[in-house]
């Protein structure tokens, strides 16, 4: 795919497609690597750094006791 196409996309060269037909066309549509959509995707939500603290050290307590 010509690069100029890609980048109008948003896309890169390299980038996984997913081709599926639907009648007499072709559709390709990006896959996208799930950390590089965390890392640079947008956001949701927000969670404090003290409330994911908590959070890890309960989930940590009970992997102990599991």
Known sequence: MPR???????????CELLLHLEGS???LTPVY????LALKGPKY???????????S?????EQLEG
């Open 45 to 55: 939500a927000r969670v404090a750094f003290e409330e994911f603290e908590e959070w």
């Open 4 to 14: 100029d196409v890609l980048r109008r996309l948003g896309l890169r060269e390299g």
């Open 33 to 36: 690597d799930p950390l590089e």
């Open 25 to 27: 066309r072709i559709v």
């Open 57 to 61: 050290e309960k989930w940590q307590q």
